[in-house]
Every structure is written in structure tokens, then in C-alpha cells.
């Protein structure tokens, strides 16, 4: 059975004290669950990556970056590379962020290349993939995912399908309120998980798990899980919330 992640990416929110209180509110919590293949995660700005693996260290919460540089070393002003980040003992990077898309010029290119600087690191990268909303208004959706999958994931080899993990955020939906509707979302879950079948075998395509993103919250988050191709959620906002991070959690712990 694959993995059921929650995934909390909280963006450029949240300070030091602000993450250790997180934390300290929240491990406790989930070191008394029953998470069976339940795997909760948060993503803190790089300067907080360490106290949130102490803080984490002997639970079940896995940390992760937001992002990592396309390069290992050398005189890249401001860039946080896969070596360093394995370096924390961190087990996963986000990567290919619509954001990180639209604020910092990253190409399927430029992705695909973190994506080879994190599997040389033994970092699981969590990519991003979504379309715009001018995208699916032009009936491109299908287009627009499958070509971000081939740049992005081109040349690698997959031999179980948890080497990575994929995260589809359709553009219109993150931070707007507007979340897809579970058939919208479920529909492109299939789609990827057909494309990963045809390009890696059948089994991988089983195991791999897919994460839905955009205006997941609370009450919304369990018709999107009951989908059979949505394997977790990819969570900004209401991730930032002890409480709301806790129900989704437990929410995708009555599904299992
Ligand atoms: P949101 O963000 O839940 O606030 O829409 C999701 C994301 O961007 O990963």
C-alpha cells in the first residue's frame, strides 16, 4: 500500500520561536497516534531546518526543504545545496514550487536538475506540477502536466516508485481559496499515475505516491484522500495551525 503524506509546506512563514512552539505542541501529539502508513512532514524556511529536526528527532515527523540549488558548490551567493542539506540528515526536498516557477524563472530544466543533485544525496524530492488556470481554461491541463513530468523527471530511472515523490498543485487553487473539486483532482492523479505506468512499469506506478496541493484544509481534505490516485496532501496554509495540521493528520489515519 503507498504512503499517505501530509505534508505541510509553510513557505516563508514562520520564525525560530514560532516553529519551536509548532513543533512542541505538535510531536507530542503525533508520538501518541497510531499513524500505520501515515507519514506527517513539515517544510520550514532553510534557517529553521536544524531546530525542526531536534525538535522532530526519535517522532515520526519528517522535515523538509523547500527547495535546493541546482548546483553542489562554489560561488552561488544565497543557494543552499543537496550536500548540505543531507549534511542535516534531512530526508526530503520539495522542488518546482509553482512559486519557485513564477518568482524565481524555475524551468522543468532547472528542476530536473535538483532532482538528480537530491537522489545523489539520498533525498527524496518531493516535484511540483500544476497548471494555470488560463492553462485549464485552454483545455491544456493534460498537456501541460505530462510535459512538466517529462522535463522534469528526463533521464531518471525509477526502480521502486518511492524514490520520489510527485505533488500536483494546480496554480488557480494554491492560496486562493478555490480548491479543485476531488473529480477535477483525481482526474490528473490518473493521468500522472497512467504516464508513470507507461514510462516505469506498473509497479512503480503503484508505489509512487502523488499528493494533491491547493486550499487543502480541514474540511476538505478527506473527500480529496478518499480519491483512489490522491495518496496526501501538499498544505500551505492550513498547515500553519497546530490544530488544522493535526485534524488533516488524523483525518488521514480514519481513512487507512
Ligand atoms: P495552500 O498552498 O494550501 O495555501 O493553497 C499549497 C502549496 O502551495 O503547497
Known amino acids: 500500500m503507498r504512503k499517505l503524506i501530509i505534508a505541510?509546506?509553510?513557505?516563508?512563514?514562520?520564525?525560530?520561536?514560532?516553529?519551536?512552539?509548532?513543533?512542541?505542541?505538535?510531536?507530542?501529539?503525533?508520538n501518541k497516534l497510531d499513524l500505520g502508513r501515515v507519514i506527517p512532514l513539515v517544510?520550514?524556511?532553510?534557517?529553521?531546518?536544524?531546530e525542526?529536526?531536534?525538535?522532530a528527532f526519535a517522532s515520526p515527523l519528517m522535515v523538509s526543504a523547500q527547495d535546493v540549488s541546482e548546483r553542489n558548490d562554489g560561488a552561488y551567493t544565497g543557494e543552499v545545496s543537496a550536500p548540505m542539506l543531507a549534511s542535516l540528515g534531512l530526508k526530503y526536498c520539495i522542488i518546482g514550487h509553482s512559486e519557485r516557477r513564477q518568482y524565481h524563472c524555475e524551468t522543468d530544466a532547472s528542476v530536473n536538475q535538483r532532482l538528480f543533485k537530491l537522489l545523489d544525496q539520498g533525498l527524496v524530492p518531493i516535484v511540483c506540477i500544476g497548471e494555470t488556470l488560463a492553462?485549464?481554461?485552454?483545455?491544456?491541463?493534460?498537456?501541460?502536466?505530462?510535459?512538466?513530468?517529462?522535463?522534469?523527471?528526463?533521464?531518471?530511472?525509477?526502480?521502486?516508485?518511492?524514490?520520489?515523490?510527485?505533488?500536483y498543485e494546480?496554480?488557480?487553487?494554491?492560496?486562493?481559496?478555490?480548491?479543485a473539486t476531488p473529480q477535477q483532482a483525481q482526474e490528473v492523479h490518473a493521468i500522472i499515475r497512467?504516464?508513470?505506468g507507461e514510462t516505469y512499469g506498473q509497479s512503480v506506478a503503484q508505489n509512487l505516491s502523488i499528493l494533491y496541493g491547493?486550499?487543502?484544509?480541514?474540511?476538505?481534505?478527506?473527500?480529496l484522500l478518499e480519491c483512489s490516485d490522491i495518496d496526501g496532501g501538499?498544505?500551505?496554509?492550513?498547515s500553519l495551525k497546530e490544530n488544522d495540521f493535526l485534524a488533516m493528520i488524523n483525518t488521514a489515519i480514519g481513512l487507512t
Request: no cysteine; aromatic share 6%; charged share 25%.
Open 52 to 55: 525542526a529536526l531536534r525538535e
Open 8 to 30: 505541510g509546506n509553510w513557505k516563508m512563514n514562520k520564525g525560530l520561536g514560532e516553529t519551536r512552539s509548532f513543533l512542541q505542541a505538535v510531536v507530542p501529539q503525533l
Open 43 to 50: 517544510a520550514p524556511a532553510y534557517p529553521f531546518l536544524t
Open 194 to 196: 497512467k504516464w508513470i
Open 135 to 167: 492553462q485549464r481554461d485552454a483545455g491544456d491541463t493534460e498537456k501541460v502536466v505530462l510535459s512538466q513530468l517529462e522535463g522534469g523527471l528526463k533521464d531518471l530511472k525509477l526502480e521502486s516508485g518511492t524514490e520520489i515523490i510527485i505533488a
Open 234 to 238: 501538499l498544505i500551505g496554509g492550513a
Open 170 to 179: 494546480p496554480v488557480w487553487a494554491i492560496g486562493t481559496g478555490r480548491t
Open 214 to 223: 491547493g486550499s487543502v484544509k480541514p474540511d476538505n481534505i478527506k473527500e
